[in-house]
Nanobody, 127 residues
Framework: VQLQASGGGLVQAGGSLRLSCAAS?????MGWFRQAPGKEREFVSAIIWNGGNTFYTYYSDSVKGRFTISRDNAQNTVYLQMNSLKPEDTAVYYC?????????????????????WGQGTQVTVSS
């Protein structure tokens, strides 16, 4: 599976951006991670498809209430709507996908769960 992320850019604090990630195939888990300069890659959000119309979403505490993840299975695309952006959201955002459905207790926040990674898209939030 290949992933192509887009939608990054420069925005002022308080503004919004929408990231998109198109996958070449369908996977159960799709998520976003980010990496700021000098920091480790961190989990942002994930959406897990368990077949049918059931989706499970996860967010890091730092973005909960500001970011919304969604996916279009027909287009094999995941979106990350980012509102109320802060300078600390500045990072390279990576799309990830994993060959797994939903299992209670599985750690969808761990990068180890994901099998495929996109190239990253830069998000810069100015103060």
């Amino acid at each position: 599976v290949q992933l192509q992320a887009s939608g990054g850019g420069l925005v002022q604090a308080g503004g919004s951006l929408r990231l998109s990630c198109a996958a070449s195939g369908r996977t159960g888990a799709m998520g976003w991670f980010r990496q700021a300069p000098g920091k480790e890659r961190e989990f942002v959000s994930a959406i897990i498809w368990n077949g049918g119309n059931t989706f499970y979403t996860y967010y890091s505490d730092s973005v909960k209430g500001r970011f919304t993840i969604s996916r279009d299975n027909a287009q094999n695309t995941v979106y990350l709507q980012m509102n109320s952006l802060k300078p600390e959201d500045t990072a390279v955002y990576y799309c990830a996908a994993g060959n797994t459905g939903y299992y209670s207790g599985r750690n969808y926040r761990s990068p180890d769960l994901y099998d495929y990674w996109g190239q990253g898209t830069q998000v810069t939030v100015s103060s």
